[in-house]
C-alpha cells in the first residue's frame, strides 16, 4: 500500500528589499505518515407549525487538512529529496511549527489529493519518547480561511429625491 509522501507546508516570510519580490519558505518532511481530510456543511433548518423542519440551503464550513510527519535528524540515504534544515532538523521543525500557529500565519498546503490555500494552523502535537531523541514524529491540523474584503470596486451612486 503506498504511503503519502507529498505533503508541504508553504508560507510567506517577508519581501526581497531589493526586488520587493515575496520570500516563500516551503517545509518538507522525511516521511509523510498520513493525510486527514474533511469537508463538512451543515443544512439549515427552519422549524414550521407542522412540527417538521423546512431546509432550504446549506452552510459550507472550512475544510481541515491533518498531516502526520516525520523529520529526522538524520541523512536518509537512497531518499530521493534530502530537505535539510540543518543538523538540528527536528528542533528547526518544532519551532517553526509553533510559530505558525503562535502568529497565525497564513499557509499553503499541498497534499496529495490537493491544495489548500490559505490554512491557518490550529493545532501542533509531537511526543518525545525513548529512541525518538533524533527525530520528531508530529501531527499538524489546519483550516482553510476564506478571506473577506471591505473593497468596494463600485462608486455610490447620487440618490436626487424630488
Do not use: W
Not at 443544512?43 to 472550512?62: E, G, L, W
Not at 523529520?71 to 532538523?89: F, L, R
Not at 489548500?116 to 527525530?135: C, H, L, R, S, W
Request: hydrophobic content about 35%; glycine content about 6%; charged content about 15%.
Amino acid at each position: 500500500m503506498a504511503k503519502p509522501n507529498k505533503a508541504s507546508i508553504s508560507y510567506s516570510t517577508g519581501k526581497n528589499e531589493e526586488t520587493g519580490e515575496s520570500i516563500t519558505n516551503t517545509l518538507r518532511f522525511h516521511t509523510v505518515i498520513a493525510e486527514q481530510h474533511q469537508t463538512t456543511a451543515e443544512v439549515t433548518k427552519f422549524p414550521v407549525a407542522s412540527q417538521k423542519y423546512v431546509s432550504n440551503h446549506s452552510i459550507r464550513k472550512n475544510r481541515k487538512v491533518t498531516i502526520t510527519g516525520m523529520v529526522s535528524n538524520h541523512v536518509i540515504v537512497g531518499q530521493g529529496e534530502m530537505h535539510e534544515y540543518g543538523q538540528a532538523n527536528a528542533q528547526i521543525i518544532f519551532a517553526e511549527f509553533k510559530r505558525l500557529i503562535q502568529e497565525g500565519v497564513p499557509c499553503v498546503v499541498n497534499t496529495n489529493l490537493g491544495i489548500y490555500d490559505p490554512v491557518i494552523f490550529t493545532n501542533f502535537q509531537t511526543k518525545q519518547e525513548a529512541g525518538m531523541t533524533d527525530a520528531m514524529k508530529f501531527v499538524m491540523t489546519g483550516e482553510e480561511i476564506i478571506l473577506g474584503t471591505t473593497i468596494n470596486s463600485t462608486t455610490p451612486s447620487v440618490l436626487v429625491f424630488t
